[in-house]
């Protein structure tokens, strides 16, 4: 598939705004850089805290790299005309289709520098979202070197459930996971079991080795729309925010956050827990329980419909409805006369959603991408982690 050549005057420009971003707001340092200096095709594959992820990595090259993006980040950036310059790929997220994996093997083909996102999706609770299984053996098709860019701290400065921005210092560590010859060799399992732990984490985890404080860190407003449910009585959406405590409307539960982001229980109810991703994990591992044993088989829920303006580039609201989801799919049932079936989106593959918590949930069908604001926000991290539960149960893949 022949393309046009980037831009390297936007590309440029680009990567100063890049550079910028990454010295001011995430405090950027370089471990590692094992491609600095590389030359001919290669890929590079990142894990993904936060949205700006890609404003440490641009710079580590002097060579242009050509990032894959979402369908729905590509097409509601006021800047698309650049990043379409810049020869940025979108795609749909966790469904890949022939003309993108000829899109991704042309660049490498034609000898450049493909950086791509496993995951697809900024993490939510500090732990990364499922990798699907797919990757591996996409690795082993492009036939090329396999680098790792393994970023710490962006969870920390841009937590997707908080409305602020905390200063502090991040790390990218950047290193070769393959070599092109002894990928080929490689089984898809093999490949997996080195990709995996590297692009796996525990922003929480990996805090305690990096001790790191951040300009108002102690911060969890926002954070009630992740953490739902209460660990002391189990009741849902009774859980607020305010400074740095959170806790329980209905039981009394209460922590407190320090500028390091961990948690401390001072009032005597019920069990600490340190880690915002073990609280949500212990969410998870309760909804799952529900949803094996038949108490949790669906959700409704009404609905703000918005699809995007492609002139305006970006979301516009075309209708109101409601939504289902169960095991197998989501149904979009639109309030218009000129709608008389639902939309029907299969989730077989949707090993996560794009969601900011307490507004809204994202699904697309082909070319066509839904945000759905729910008239009660508070829904959308239940409905993601209903979804994963599904795609863990029905793939046998491990969310944690």
């Keep these: 598939m022949r393309q046009k050549r980037q831009s390297r005057f936007l590309y440029r420009i680009t990567k100063i705004a890049a550079w910028f971003y990454a010295k001011v707001v995430f405090k950027r340092r370089i471990i590692r850089n094992e491609i600095k200096g590389k030359k001919g095709p290669f890929v590079i594959i990142a894990n993904h805290q936060a949205a700006l992820d890609f404003v440490n990595l641009i710079g580590a090259s002097q060579r242009l790299m050509t990032f894959v993006v979402s369908d729905s980040f590509y097409n509601t950036l006021p800047v698309k005309g650049v990043m379409t310059k810049i020869k940025v790929i979108p795609k749909q997220q966790f469904q890949t289709t022939v003309t993108d994996l000829k899109r991704m093997k042309t660049a490498i083909d034609q000898g450049k520098i493909l950086v791509i996102y496993p995951a697809g999706l900024m993490c939510a609770d500090g732990v990364s979202t499922p990798i699907p299984d ?81 300009k108002n860190g102690d911060n969890l407003e926002g954070l009630e729309n992740v953490l739902y449910m209460c660990p002391h009585c189990k009741s849902e959406f009774k859980i607020r925010t305010q400074g740095n405590r959170i806790y329980c409307t209905e039981c009394g539960y209460e922590q407190i956050s320090d500028a390091y982001g961990f948690l401390k229980n001072e009032k005597g109810i019920g069990e600490e827990i340190r880690y915002v991703s073990d609280w949500s994990k212990m969410i998870y591992e309760l909804e799952r329980e529900k949803i094996e044993h ?95 539960i599904f795609y863990e149960l029905n793939s046998k893949l491990a969310r944690r």
């Excluded at 997996?192 to 692009?199: D, F, H, S």
């Excluded at 409704?300 to 409805?321: L, P």
């Design 294 to 388: 038949g108490a949790l088989n669906a959700i409704s829920a009404s609905t703000k419909i918005q699809m995007i303006d492609y002139e305006r580039r970006k979301f516009v609201e075309v209708s109101s409805g409601r939504i289902t989801l169960d095991n197998e799919k989501f149904m979009i049932f639109i309030d218009s006369p000129q709608e008389s079936e639902p939309i029907e989106i299969p989730i077989a593959t949707f090993a996560s959603l794009p969601f900011k918590p307490g507004k809204y949930i994202e699904l697309q069908k082909g070319p066509d991408i839904y945000r759905l604001m729910l008239d009660e926000g508070h829904l959308a991290a239940k409905i993601v982690n209903m979804v994963e």
């Design 134 to 214: 797919a990757t591996y053996k996409f690795l082993k098709w492009l036939g090329t070197d396999v680098y790792m860019a393994k970023t710490c701290g962006t969870y920390f400065v841009s937590p997707k459930w908080s409305p602020f921005k905390r200063k502090g210092r991040t790390t990218l560590d950047i290193y070769k996971l393959f070599d092109k010859e002894e990928l080929a060799t490689m089984k898809e399992p093999e490949i997996k079991a080195i990709a995996e732990p590297a692009l796996l984490f525990d922003a929480y985890r990996e805090q305690e080795n990096m001790l790191i404080k951040y």
